[in-house]
């Protein structure tokens, strides 16, 4: 069946550290891949999607690159801040619209 | 603000009771969906629908149902509820029917049952 499995957490990071989340799926033929955010208190956002293998999807300086030989989508970002403090919810969906959601990772960033 | 509105923020009740969870779209927003998550299970996607149709199910038990009406609002029923149905229900809508496009995420509705 489809799933996704992602890094435990927390991460606890330095303001400016690199940042990465992994992500690997499983899924039978080519799922759509979205990198979830969600801040305290708050519903989820949409982080960025890649649709396609080797599709690279970036927003707000994060990016993932959707890799099919290795069923990856590990989330990056060169330059963290405090405001990136959260849970990071890796996701796919295939046919049928159904999503499937990782377990989320917290990410906290100290001054 | 993402726009989308779910009523009530909260709920405590007892277990074996019934409750409505109500959710109203964006406005031109077609599809719903709904979520749980828990401590112990996560981020659940349960239903869709699209335009007053269910379109796709996930992990939704038979004690629950939903429905989404005329004016696109939808309403998850949580019935015979169980000291495990405590979560976080989130919904969240979409101009399209297909799950590729963003969804727009309400900020949830925390149920306790004691």
């Known amino acids: 069946g489809n799933s996704v499995t992602q890094m435990e957490g927390p991460v606890t990071l330095s303001e400016e550290a690199f940042l990465t989340i992994n992500c690997t799926y499983t899924?039978?033929?080519?799922?759509?891949l979205f990198w979830y955010v969600q801040y305290p208190g708050e519903g989820l956002q949409l982080l960025l999607k890649?649709?396609?293998?080797?599709d690279k999807g970036s927003n707000k300086g994060f990016e993932a690159t959707y890799r099919k030989e290795t069923t990856s989508f590990h989330l990056e970002k060169g330059s963290v801040q405090v405001s990136d403090s959260a849970v990071y919810f890796c996701?796919?969906?295939?046919?049928?619209?159904?999503?499937?959601f990782g377990t989320g990772t917290s990410l906290t960033v100290i001054p | 603000d993402s726009g989308v509105t779910q009523t009530p923020k909260h709920l405590i009740t007892a277990t074996g009771q019934r409750v409505t969870l109500r959710c109203s779209p964006r406005?031109?927003?077609?599809?719903v969906y709904w979520y749980q998550q828990s401590l112990d299970q996560g981020l659940q996607f349960l239903i869709q629908?699209?335009?007053?149709?269910?379109?796709a199910k996930g992990n939704i038990l038979e004690r629950f149902s939903a429905q989404q009406f005329p004016d696109l609002h939808s309403e998850l029923n949580l019935s015979s509820l169980e000291l495990g149905d405590s979560a976080l229900y989130f919904c969240?809508?979409?101009?399209?029917?297909?799950?590729?496009?963003?969804?727009?995420f309400g900020p949830g509705t925390r149920l306790t049952v004691t």
């Open positions: 969240a809508s979409s101009p399209y029917e297909g799950a590729t496009y963003e969804q727009y």
């Open positions: 899924a039978t033929g080519y799922p759509s």
């Open positions: 890649a649709t396609k293998a080797d």
């Open positions: 996701a796919l969906t295939h046919t049928g619209n159904q999503f499937y």
């Open positions: 406005s031109g927003d077609l599809s």
């Open positions: 629908y699209y335009n007053g149709e269910e379109r």
